[in-house]
């Protein structure tokens, strides 16, 4: 049983700043990359920033110079510091992990339960 536990969501307005983390727990083997999806209403679900095992990182280019996305493997989480922010970003945010639970077993992906931001103009 895998389980992406975020947290860090909440209201702010235009300009402010909010975290979000995720933590990701259960029965790893290995993860691929993580990151944040984010989805407003009316709207596909869309990607926000990545990261891979490695450490690259790739962002939706609505975000770039704004957010930022960090990982801590040793404890299986992410960040993502949001400065700026526009009352275009309020959506629900939902943390994404690309994983394995065993050596043999195909990479999955897994979600969290979402987080709402809302930014308030």
């Known amino acids: 049983q895998v389980q992406l536990v975020e947290s860090g969501g909440g209201l702010v307005q235009a300009g402010g700043s909010l975290r979000l983390s995720c933590a990701a727990s259960g029965s790893i083997f290995s993860i691929n990359h993580m990151g944040w999806y984010r989805q407003a209403p009316g709207k596909q679900r869309e990607l926000v920033a990545r990261?891979?095992?490695?450490?690259?990182?790739n962002y939706t280019d609505s975000v770039k110079g704004r957010f930022t996305l960090s990982r801590d493997n040793a404890k299986n989480t992410v960040y993502l510091q949001m400065n700026s922010l526009k009352p275009d970003d309020t959506a629900v945010y939902y943390c994404?992990?690309?994983?394995?639970?065993?050596?043999?077993?195909?990479?999955?992906?897994?979600w969290g339960q979402g987080t709402q931001v809302t930014v308030s103009s």
């Open positions: 990261i891979t095992n490695s450490g690259n990182t």
């Open positions: 994404n992990a690309g994983l394995k639970t065993t050596h043999w077993n195909m990479w999955s992906d897994y």
